[in-house]
């Protein structure tokens, strides 16, 4: 899995039969080089057609080099969202399976959003039907939700005792609104620096209520989901926090991002038990905290349940992998609003 935020690729392995997680094997990260990380940023929101061969090779040369030292019978290959207009253009992941299968020797399955958004789903988000076995799999009875505040922060509330995901009642999924992304191109901006490293820059301010109620008053909250944004849909934030100093920006961005996720909750069909949050947004105190205070249910790492919170998406998809291998569904009606259950995806192997 790489990202939103950009910084580098995620690769685990699990052991499942697409149904029921049976166990959890080694992973890696590799990390995108400050010089990689231009290129790719240089290539968001475009679409295929243009010329994409440096920012292609970027991400080969690093999936390649992460997935090289990892035994696994089918890889789960994301690729890397340039651009994600569901209701227009459709949606964009960099990256060729059938080159990647080449170099590793072994089946690879990717494009796995395509087949959703060509039928009028959102395409986004794909982990629910992953998070429903990991619920599975900690024991929950009760309904709870996972929060994933990557680039983009999205929701999945899941009532486990439900026969499958796909299942009536089952899931709800939908993206909250923005989350590291803009917190992450301010730090670049103002800093010179990758992201608010511990939430340090935004500890320091304080939030700028007038912009968090402009932030607010976008018509993507009251929306009834399943619903999906792309990366830069909130590109207007940088604005609202234009006339703040550094700390100050960051507060009231991180305030924001927090904010979306309260907004979200309301959507949920009953209050959750918990809430488990998983991708780099949950190493943020000042994130976290706004979470625990404006919310009316206990606000955890997915660590406090034994999960791994920094590998979850990328175990995710190669959990969609082995679904999308047996004819499995990876979406449906009420994670990405498409009209009924799709199993999406490419198998290319190797030649």
Known sequence: MSGTSLDGVDAAVIDTD?????????HTYRAYSNAEQSVLRAALGRW????????????HDAHVAALSGLEAEVVGFHGQTLAHDPRG???????DGQALADALGRPVVWDFRSADVALGGEGAPLAPFFHFACARWIGA???????????????????????????P??????DTGPANAPINDLMMTRRGLTHDADGALAAQGEVEEGALELFLDDPYFPRIPPKSLDRDSFATMLDLVRELDDADAAATMTGMAAAAVMQGVEHCPEPPERLLVTGGGRHNPVMMQMLAAGLDCPVEPVEAVGLDGDMLEAQAFAF?????????????PSTT???AKVGGGTVSYPR
Not at 48 to 59: H, I, Q, R, T
Not at 156 to 166: F, G
Not at 169 to 174: D, K, T, V, Y
Not at 320 to 330: H, S
């Open 18 to 26: 697409g149904h029921a997680i049976h166990g959890f094997g080694e």
């Open 48 to 59: 295929p057609g243009d010329d994409l061969s440096e920012a292609a090779k970027v991400v």
């Open 89 to 95: 253009r459709g949606t964009h992941q960099l990256g």
């Open 141 to 167: 009875v009760r309904p709870l939700a996972f929060l994933n505040l990557g680039g983009v922060g999205n929701i999945t509330w899941i009532d486990p005792s439900r026969d499958a995901p796909e299942a």
């Open 169 to 174: 009642g089952a899931l709800l999924a939908f």
């Open 320 to 332: 969609l992998a082995v679904r999308v291998a047996r004819g499995l569904p990876t979406s449906c």
């Open 337 to 339: 609003g498409v009209p």
